[in-house]
């Protein structure tokens, strides 16, 4: 556990307009949260820093995706019959609750209980209702979705999409084509997901609307490798493989040899994840890459790891990278009865021996007449696995017509094959964005007990406001000069503040507690003598102050983003 | 109507990867589209454009609040029982139908007829059911939001926003506070809203799931000024006047001057849409500005404007400005309980009298002995107003006493006073994002009969793609400079693509199609002699080439899309 109280985070965060409770002059709900002026820009900053990753250096492409689903969608995903918690209420009071929260304390994993279990378990530790002490009712399963209807009347049920990843397979087809048919294929997508909590707590930690962002890369089943990963295999992490269950840093190399990670391209995304993160401002000394358990991760899982920070609640996971192998595309293919799959040409056309269906061109003619042809097309059109108890069904014209032994045989041939249909993998680091911006603030924040004072070590490149700028005091045309330089900063693209109220210190500490990386002041020294021109700015790490010319300022300031250190501009 | 078949374009749109029908392989969703990797690009960056002007120029903050709300929300903004289409059912068949629709032949205005109108209006025109002939069913209203459940039962309903204005209205008091309780106050909003349209037609001008961007900007209602008005006033605009409800062009000022326009501040806000939407790329001849009729303006606006552009579908509303009084912050105050007011202060304190309660404290010492003191203080924070048939009613520590009139005096006092409570005015311009994109490629459309070939003149600025890189040939190590260079140019936040397929005229034809502006080729004599280290790079709407040097091409190109004239660089 690290030194911060979350309760002291969120009341920053409400009093200085980062994040609000949503609705609070209605009361409020739980787990919903709205982004002030400072959080929507911090929010946005990340998701460009993904962008540039994902977008810029991979050329992957984004799309974006309805938030409202039919159905269909996700009975193929799962999530209509498996996306569920446990819920019990109060025979009394009626009041709700998560079946297994009520048991934690008898149980080290009681999220593994079935409802009969729990049933069982709150008659052998006497579990009654937290709110009233009433008996707690029969444990069944809730549906985390939240339901709605499409178009009128209540034939077509919809769904807000519990992740936007769902999204993108159901595009396989359409993002294929873009692609030139060409594998991998990144595709990025962000934006809102649902899940109807029955009870959340924890802060921003378990919303019911949240912020994803997604990555799904579809690659060659039989090629998991990626060209820039010997750019990194040097590179160190923290793993917490699911074999020892401790801590243990190497190389993604080492990783890889060892068959801790699955592949090189699986390895290559956690170790881009790794990289993402840290260039956030998550401190590496609490970040670690763990493994599902066995028995934790899905089945048709080949790996997956989670990235774990630690945050004043404990390790949390913020993103996780699966190799999701064909699970997503054969589901969606199954359901929607589509074809989602690669043609993956050989290097060389192969000849192939293969079993298929012969007409018997001499019968046919006589038995079918002129229909003859086209019976003998359609028959050929099908291949040994349609043949039922000896016959054939086929269709001609609109009319079925059913076949009999005498009339084929099966054979066996050999063909030109130019290549073959896979389903491809899919490969998906996908970042929970709330949580992401919770860790950053948390691992940003730093209270000085005894000044009473807080700063946020914001990196610059995702503070929210990149510059303040103020006039010593608010008169004597300093306001105009700092107004100005406000302006132009602002209009370059530079998120800005002016601040021409009260001391000097005071709009420092201001700036400072909403993680500001840079404060420049026009001071009596800007307007003359050799000064003319210049203006201090002051670095909120280090609280160092240097003077720059104020034609000077935008390219300083963007080079401090860009990494440069305060102490060589 | 212009020449533009809105059916070629979805067609290109859908081919290409702009937008793509939702959930196609499950036979898809009236009224939903998922934007493809051009798509989404072109919607970016039209919303950082927005962003540039709302955030960048005027400083106005942006929020992010939830799109699913509690009925509290949307039954203060009057959705919950105004926002409805009429609906109704055939009784043979089922189909649902708008039930105006299914009449416009007969009337000018079918949307003003009441259902009893309607039920008449059937029978009058012996109006059947579409589909299958049946007999229609009565007339009801049917509310447009999609519903939903928040939490496990029934017991919180929700809705999914029909507009973002709402999270912004709702967290009035945070941004006030933020804004250090000073106006004018700007807001602004993207994201989803939400309509569940009986029977969505006209492509992306009705979608069930679409994208706004939305400015609440705050005023002093007794000051409807704007400071930069003086530097756009001479700029001209075409409006249609609900007086005359012809167009006509005429400066900002005499717009305000002639009463046309109601205010300065809306006025420019008119104004800055205009420059919006040109830049953005819409044709400034098919761009006009119509004031709402009297009665189609909201009972509370103080006025209203369209932004109209001319479509293939005929004059379509992409942009409302409206004044919208102060009704939405009065609603919320009214339903939640909240104070939602500035509190503006006099230049100088002012004298006024005032009629104040003034306790007896003679008779109440010896009648209520030690709580006396309470009591009197408890009846002077009492105003006149609140005296009820000559007695008042206080609380004193949880006991409620009733008071004679013999115990208090009504008195005229006078008293400074610092400022005064005022709702703030709501100036709202507000954005649909989907029409705004599809009209961008309206109006940038541009298709050649006779050689069959279409380009899409899409302004630099928003274009997706902002450069293609092609090698003349894919050998000889062209290849390798092309991709280099594609990789500097994407690295550097260019959105880039490589393409060495086919013929370069083919290439050309596929960029010119989804709106690229440059095309920058590799030839041999970027590899020898005097033109080592250039590329040719082509002008997408002349078809111009000029030679240039490969170092100077981010440069080159980023000065483009800030506007330079091809001929110039």
Redesign the interface.
């Known amino acids: 556990m690290t030194g911060v109280d979350p309760s002291d985070l969120l009341a920053l965060c409400?009093r200085?307009?980062f994040i609000?409770p949503?609705?609070?002059?209605?009361g409020g709900?739980?787990g919903?949260?709205?982004?002030?002026?400072l959080?929507?820009?911090l929010?946005?900053n990340i998701t460009d820093v993904w962008r540039?990753i994902y977008?810029?250096?991979e050329?992957f492409?984004?799309?974006?995706?309805?938030?409202?689903?039919?159905r269909?969608?996700f009975k193929a995903s799962g999530h209509v019959d498996e996306f569920a918690d446990l819920?019990t209420?109060c025979t009394k009071c009626?009041a709700?609750f998560r079946a297994d929260h009520l048991v934690k304390e008898f149980y080290d994993n009681p999220d593994v209980l079935s409802p009969a279990e729990l049933d069982q378990a709150f008659i052998d530790h006497n579990v009654k209702c937290p709110e009233c002490g009433g008996d707690l009712g029969k444990v069944e399963e809730?549906n985390l979705m939240?339901?709605?209807?499409?178009?009128?009347?209540s034939a077509?049920i919809?769904y807000?999409r519990p992740e936007t990843a769902q999204?993108i397979f159901?595009?396989f087809?359409?993002?294929y084509?873009?692609n030139?048919e060409k594998l991998p294929l990144g595709v990025i997508q962000t934006g809102?997901g649902?899940r109807?909590?029955?009870?959340p707590r924890q802060g921003m930690i378990r919303m019911?609307?949240f912020n994803m962002m997604e990555v799904e890369l579809f690659v060659d089943p039989e090629d998991k490798d990626w060209p820039r990963f010997p750019k990194i295999e040097n590179e160190t992490i923290t793993l917490v493989p699911n074999t020892t269950c401790e801590p243990v840093t190497m190389t993604i190399k080492e990783a890889v040899d060892k068959k801790i990670i699955a592949n090189r391209v699986l390895a290559y995304f956690v170790n881009t994840t790794k990289q993402f993160l840290i260039r956030l401002g998550i401190d590496p000394a609490r970040l670690r890459f763990r493994q599902h358990l066995k028995d934790e991760m899905a089945h048709y899982a080949a790996d997956c790891w989670d990235a774990e920070v630690l945050l004043s609640y404990g390790w949390m996971e913020i993103t996780g990278i699966a190799d999701r192998g064909c699970w997503d595309l054969s589901r969606?293919a199954q359901?929607?009865?589509?074809e989602?799959t690669h043609f993956k040409k050989f290097d060389e056309p192969i000849e192939e021996e293969v079993d298929k269906i012969k007409a018997n061109h001499r019968l046919l003619g006589p038995r079918f007449k002129g229909q003859a042809k086209d019976i003998a097309a359609a028959m050929e059109s099908m291949t040994p696995a349609d043949v039922k108890d000896g016959k054939l069904v086929i269709t001609v014209n609109g009319e079925k017509i059913e076949i009999g032994s005498d009339l084929f045989e099966v054979v066996r041939v050999k063909e030109k094959v130019a290549g073959k249909r896979v389903v491809p993998h899919v490969i998906e680091p996908s970042c929970g964005l709330d949580r992401i911006f919770y860790s950053v603030l948390e691992h940003a924040y730093d209270y000085d007990e005894k000044e009473g004072y807080t700063v946020l070590h914001i990196k610059p490149e995702v503070a929210p406001i990149k510059v303040a700028v103020f006039p010593l005091m608010e008169k004597d045309g300093l306001d105009d000069i700092a107004r100005d330089i406000y302006e132009k900063l602002?209009?370059s693209?530079l998120?800005s503040l002016y601040d021409g109220?009260g001391t000097i210190g005071k709009r420092y500490a201001r700036m400072d507690e909403v993680g500001t990386p840079f404060c420049i002041t026009v001071d009596y020294e800007s307007m003359e003598g050799d000064t003319k021109g210049t203006v201090t700015i002051r670095d909120r790490d280090s609280r160092d102050q240097k003077r720059i010319r104020i034609d000077d300022a935008e390219r300083v300031i963007r080079s401090l983003m860009a990494g440069a250190d305060f102490k060589t501009i």
Chains 1, 2 share one sequence.
């Open positions: 409400k200085r307009g609000w949503s609705f609070e002059i209605y709900v739980a919903m949260f709205d982004y002030g002026p959080g929507c820009a929010r946005n540039a977008k810029g250096r050329g492409v984004e799309i974006d995706s309805e938030t409202v689903n039919p269909e969608v819920i209420y009626q709700p809730f939240f339901k709605t209807n499409i178009g009128p009347g077509r919809g807000l999204g159901v595009n087809n359409n993002l084509r873009y030139r809102r649902y109807n909590e029955i009870a019911r609307e969606h359901f929607s009865g589509a989602l602002q209009l693209g998120n109220a």
